[in-house]
């Protein structure tokens, strides 16, 4: 099946530190999202993306989705500690087909 | 609650028995889908249904999973026969069918096999 490539797998920073993300695949997507799961919490939606090169914002959120079509990223600014999650890249390819998940990149904040 | 509700949240069953899982979608979604996570993996893609059909069930194990989408009621995912590697947590999500790709989730089913 279709792999994304999510990195990295987990990251220890501390509170304050900006954090990013990213997700690669060897397909092209036509949407791409990026979900947080806390523990025993089914994924929550943070940001979608429809279009190459759309960057789209959300509060302390700001994900683009790449020129390629092959790629997104996702950067939190000033992190604080509920940030802590596990956060899953998705994409979606052409066509009303099901989302494919990253292996998901776990973050813990230091305070 | 108008989120995706998921019923049991915690299932417990020894080799053998059946699980049966449940998901009602969010009001007004139709189109409904389920993932299977095992820990400290991401989402697998399992099946994914309309009302009363099948459109796509590319992840579905050929043997012992079935799921349905009533007219009426909830979706069902249901395991027989289970098995230790079956113990996961079961996600559903739903969404309107408009094509964005945008899924809600529901906050699981976590199945242990003993």
């Known amino acids: 099946g279709q792999q994304l490539n999510q990195s990295p797998q987990s990251m220890f920073i501390q509170e304050g530190e900006d954090v990013s993300m990213n997700c690669t695949s060897s397909?092209?997507?036509?949407?791409w999202l990026w979900y947080k799961q806390e523990p025993g919490e089914g994924p929550v939606l943070l940001i979608a993306?429809?279009?190459?090169?759309e960057l789209t914002s959300n509060g302390r959120l700001t994900a683009q989705f790449g020129i390629t079509r092959k790629d997104s990223f996702l950067n939190i600014s000033a992190s604080i500690p509920s940030d802590v999650g596990i956060y899953f890249c998705a994409g979606q390819l052409p066509g009303n087909t099901p989302l494919v998940f990253g292996k998901g990149t776990r973050l813990s904040v230091i305070a | 609650n108008a989120g995706v509700m998921q019923n049991p949240r915690h299932l417990v069953r020894r080799r053998g028995q059946e699980a049966r899982l449940r998901c009602s979608p969010m009001k007004g979604h139709s189109h409904v889908y389920w993932y299977r996570q095992l820990p400290e993996e991401g989402l697998k893609f399992m099946v994914y249904l309309q009302k009363e059909n099948i459109i796509d069930e590319s992840g579905m194990p050929k043997e012992r999973f079935s799921a349905e989408f009533p007219k009426e009621g909830p979706s069902i995912l249901r395991i027989q026969q289970v098995v230790r590697g079956d113990s996961a947590a079961y996600f559903c999500?739903?969404?309107?069918?408009?094509?964005?790709?945008?899924?809600?989730f529901g906050e699981g089913s976590r199945l242990t096999v003993l």
């Open positions: 397909s092209i997507f036509n949407t």
């Open positions: 993306l429809y279009k190459a090169g």
């Open positions: 999500a739903s969404s309107s069918g408009q094509n964005t790709g945008e899924l809600f």
